[in-house]
């Protein structure tokens, strides 16, 4: 079992820049997958970004590559998003997520077991 917990959301202006935290607890194994995904009001749950817990390989959604960076401290057991030249369009909840998503970085939300509880980016023009 795994608890995820994000913190760093929050308001900030077009342009501007943010970093997302998500600290796991539990047991984490090798072939886990770490990600964060979000949902605009109206709107379906999007794939942001994911990083392997072993060998760090990423992958970004198209909207976010260039703007966006995911890392991980294994030793800290933290992922960060680090978001920046934030956009209006990029306001949304942001859940961090974790899961063995057979062992690759996949977009589905079926291949992560473990979410957090989200956390409110609101970009202001």
């Known amino acids: 079992q795994v608890q995820l917990v994000e913190s760093g959301g929050g308001l900030v202006q077009a342009g501007g820049s943010l970093r997302l935290s998500c600290a796991a607890s539990g047991r984490m194994l090798s072939r886990y997958v770490l990600g964060w995904f979000r949902q605009a009001p109206g709107k379906e749950r999007e794939f942001i970004a994911g990083i392997t817990y072993i060998g760090g390989s990423t992958r970004y959604a198209d909207s976010v590559k260039g703007r966006f960076t995911i890392s991980r401290d294994n030793a800290r057991s933290t992922t960060y998003l680090q978001m920046n030249s934030l956009k209006p369009e990029d306001t949304a909840v942001y859940y961090c997520?974790?899961?063995?998503?057979?062992?690759?970085?996949?977009?589905?939300?079926?291949?992560?077991?473990?979410w957090g509880q989200g956390t409110q980016v609101t970009v202001s023009s």
């Open positions: 997520v974790c899961g063995l998503s057979g062992g690759q970085i996949t977009t589905p939300e079926g291949g992560y077991s473990y």
